[in-house]
């Protein structure tokens, strides 16, 4: 089954005990409270009220860092048999473009 995010909503995997970054960088625990994920899927963006629309930041590919609570909160969601987080892009505090 094929899914697109609709709006803003963007489709997250989220990353399993990453412990450096891709270049070498030590993750501390002061990023206990955040968490990487993988986007997998992102949606058109929205319209304002004129009718221009507000084209997303994040792409298929990059990493993003997001709060812990989102990632184990009532946006998880499964397709085929995998486990995905479905958030807003307000809510990704950082990303890093590949």
Known sequence: MKMKPM???IL???QEGQ???KSGIILTSGTANYEYADVVAVGPG???QTGDRIK???RVGDV???HSRLLKGDNQITLDGKSYILVREAEI???SNN
């Open 93 to 95: 505090s950082m990303v």
């Open 7 to 9: 709006g803003d909503q």
């Open 19 to 21: 412990e450096t970054t």
């Open 56 to 58: 997303m930041t994040c």
């Open 12 to 14: 997250l995997k989220k």
């Open 46 to 48: 929205i319209f304002t």
């Open 64 to 66: 993003v860092l997001c």
